[in-house]
């Protein structure tokens, strides 16, 4: 019942976005080796989690379906952005089923393609002045700076890791990782940009900030869970993709610690192995490895655990607001982020 | 005289901006994969034509100090982001006399760098509400997203002549790619938001576009030619880099549409070489067939018309502001675009 709700909500507000999305990427010139290659990424299609979060928050706290458009068309365009430059960063070879950009375009491309994204988005949240006064916009923008900064920053983390080789986190280090690169962009940015503007900037926004990290964090580590679990052509990504990438995940983290010397050895090795040559027994060695210790079933039980917390986190934030299918979609998504395929 | 005055102006505002930028580039966490990298290359130094070009304009316009160093040194950061990425697209080895940024640290943490370097751009773009007010902080900020839209789409369209090796091209396909590329940065940004601050956003901006365009544009060519003709330790760039890259100039424009069917030939397979694998007699080839075509005579006779022309324009904008020696800056500019070394 939850998921049904889930599932129509993110029909309903993705649908809406998408519409909206269209007026950005009209095609203009330079076609050929821009606005074109710019339309593709938001074009794939994807679940439109971060936008209808956004509009359900919103509505929730009382706006309109209309004043929360613009900034649920400004994140997709900046999210998007975000990946297109990531795809480059970490050299992967598929998104949403599809060769990355850089793939395709080659590395220069790609990074202007990248910025042209992270433009338009900006363009949609100077359009927000028009409907929510230019004080409102600013505090939205301002918001905008802050994902944008902590996902860069996030993303500096997971860089220097692979860089350095790091052997030694723990899942501390992960969480923090998580709530800067995965966090502000899929809960807290759409979370506390759906209050600020239903409440005329009036809502409290740090308990957001909560609820939306243990929320994305849940979603994060059942995200890297199905990329060893899923089935590749539902997933959209390449299947054990993250052990070829040599992705620091909970499961990772977690199998470092429990490896024996021998065994960190070889962990050393294979990760210290650029990622195209790195060999298909490696990577089944790695997999089987975190079976024998248990390292998925703990990173479930954490995503578990932080669902429950986010449970009690929500109540903070939500309960003084009338009820109405927004808030229970919000509450239905808690448990939707684990059961999802 | 005149270039003793803009060495003054550069000098004075160029230190202003410089001690705010600091504020903006202070070390903090993650600091080596991150930060670190940030304050690179804005503590390159360079002449800060451009915030010093704002400045004066603000200045000339009726506005204190203060309230154009928050746009200025926001102009400067945005542009150096611009840099980071550009460094990696053009795939340049040096920059201001030192390894680019991607020389130095890869490919996935410069692309990282210059998103970061946008991102506290954009913070000192928002932090000019407090100064200016929200209405007059949202029109700088619409400037910005136009000089960042152009700059990219000017990126695109040299990148797709490099890519389709085009050898047909006029000289007005190079001036409109400058004028995205170059002008919006170098000049019309920094002249029209002076403008928005000094006018409180009632100076009329259009003759503004177009002066800045054919003071840009001046500004370019004689940097092109500077790549031909200069110094390298002065420069601060690799002497004949452009001529390793490929890139279409005036000059090679020029010597695309006089050379012989067999130059021709040759023009497009050197063209087509990747750049490390371009041969140092291949370069020295392109530099003399450019001399004995008057290429670059050509291009320096565009530049001086150009600068000309600047010089009436600039009358439509300025003549009407009470003398000062701001004003004085910008006339001198025009002069000293065409003959700094």
Same mark, same amino acid.
């Given at each position: 019942m939850g998921a049904d709700l889930v599932l129509e909500v993110l029909g309903e507000y993705g649908g809406a976005t998408r519409v909206a999305l269209c007026e950005?990427?009209?095609?203009?010139?330079?076609?050929?080796?821009?606005?074109?290659?710019?339309a593709d990424y938001?074009?794939?299609?994807?679940?439109?989690?971060?936008?209808?979060? #956004?509009?359900?928050?919103?509505?929730?706290?009382?706006?309109?379906?209309?004043?929360?458009?613009? $900034?649920a068309v400004a994140l997709e365009l900046l999210h998007n952005a975000f990946l297109v430059h990531d795809d480059v960063e970490d050299e992967s070879d598929e998104r949403r089923g599809r060769p990355t950009m850089h793939a395709m375009h080659g590395v220069p491309v790609a990074v202007n393609v990248?910025?042209?994204?992270?433009?338009?988005?900006?363009?949609?949240?100077?359009?927000?002045?028009?409907?929510?006064?230019?004080?409102l916009a600013l505090l939205v923008l301002e918001e905008a700076e802050r994902m944008a900064r902590e996902s860069i920053e996030g993303q500096a983390i997971e860089l220097g890791?692979?860089?350095?080789?790091?052997?030694?986190?723990?899942?501390?280090?992960y969480l923090e990782m998580v709530l800067k690169k995965t966090c502000w962009y899929t809960t807290i940015f759409p979370l506390r940009v759906g209050a600020l503007i239903g409440s005329r900037g009036r809502a409290p926004l740090e308990p957001l900030l909560r609820f939306g990290f243990l929320l994305g964090a849940a979603f994060q580590?059942?995200?890297?869970?199905?990329?060893?679990?899923?089935?590749?052509a539902r997933y959209g990504k390449e299947l054990h993709g993250d052990l070829?990438?040599?992705?620091?995940?909970?499961?990772?983290?977690?199998?470092c610690e429990q490896a024996t010397a021998a065994e960190r050895e070889r962990l050393h090795d294979v990760l210290a192995t650029p990622r195209p040559?790195?060999? $298909?027994?490696?990577?089944?060695?790695?997999?089987?490895?975190?079976?024998?210790?248990? #390292?998925?079933?703990h990173a479930n039980a954490v995503a578990h655990a932080l669902a429950g917390a986010a449970r009690h986190e929500l109540a903070a934030s939500f309960d003084a607001l009338p009820p109405s299918r927004d808030k229970q979609f919000i509450g239905a998504l808690v448990t939707w982020v684990l059961e999802r395929r």
């Open positions: 950005y990427l009209r095609p203009r010139e330079p076609r050929r080796h821009l606005y074109r290659l710019v938001p074009r794939r299609g994807g679940r439109m989690l971060r936008p209808s979060l #956004c509009i359900a928050t919103a509505r929730a706290f009382g706006a309109a379906l209309e004043d929360a458009i613009g $900034p990248g910025d042209a994204l992270t433009v338009v988005g900006l363009r949609a949240l100077i359009d927000n002045g028009a409907a929510l006064g230019a004080r890791w692979r860089q350095d080789n790091a052997l030694t986190l723990a899942d501390g280090d580590i059942t995200d890297d869970l199905l990329n060893l679990w899923g089935d590749e070829l990438e040599g992705k620091r995940t909970l499961m990772l983290i977690r199998l040559e790195r060999r $298909p027994d490696d990577v089944r060695w790695l997999r089987e490895r975190m079976d024998a210790y248990g #390292c998925l079933t």
